[in-house]
């Protein structure tokens, strides 16, 4: 381990958050070293914190098109397909799945790509309605993408890689009760 590793390790390992914007001002105002993403972990912490600390890389599985590759198997299977557009772009934002005339979304996709860069993308649960409640800690932009969204009246999913393949009768659920309650107000 070289010396700057040891640096950063020392002033990580020292360094304790309460909060994941804490931890996003931390990994925005220090950069890890090459081959290293920050990390966090309650162990070591006071009771409530999270000790920060850098760990390798993580290997990146792919782009995320395995999981939308599996949505939309989904979305075919329990013939919701023909009403969702893939890749749309909405907003000034991208949605991975979109039905423009009910506003439902789905935003399937790996921590990685959904946490902050320079961090070790973490996950709280497979499902959500906001990003804050799967991805821990979120982008900036995938909160700012959600509050736009539901600003304009869209229902939005997220659902973590996990998700995708352990929560498929969970998001089956989402998406029918998104519909039934669409078609109730229509009544």
């Not at 994941?20 to 890890?32: M, W």
């Not at 090459?34 to 990146?60: C, L, M």
């Not at 039905?99 to 961090?119: N, R, S, V």
């Amino acid at each position: 381990m070289g010396a700057d590793q040891e640096v950063l390790e020392a002033v990580a390992g020292a360094k304790e958050v309460g909060s994941d914007e804490e931890y996003r001002e931390f990994i925005k105002n220090n950069s890890p070293p090459d081959g290293y993403v920050w990390g966090r972990t309650p162990f070591g912490a006071s009771p409530g914190n999270w000790q920060v600390h850098v760990k390798e890389e993580p290997e990146i599985r792919g782009t995320g098109t395995d999981l939308e590759q599996q949505v939309e198997s989904y979305l075919t299977e329990w013939d919701y397909r023909n009403r969702f557009q893939h890749d749309y772009r909405h907003l000034g934002y991208q949605l991975d799945f979109a039905d423009t005339d009910a506003k439902i979304a789905l935003e399937p996709g790996a921590a990685y790509w959904h946490t902050p860069d320079g961090c070790a993308g973490e996950t709280n649960s497979d499902l959500g309605d906001h990003p804050e409640e799967v991805y821990s800690p979120p982008t900036t932009k995938d909160c700012t993408k959600h509050q736009t969204l539901t600003d304009n009246g869209w229902q939005v999913l997220w659902i973590a890689e996990d998700g995708v393949e352990n929560e498929a009768t969970a998001i089956k659920k989402w998406l029918d009760n998104q519909y039934n309650t669409k078609s109730d107000a229509d009544k």
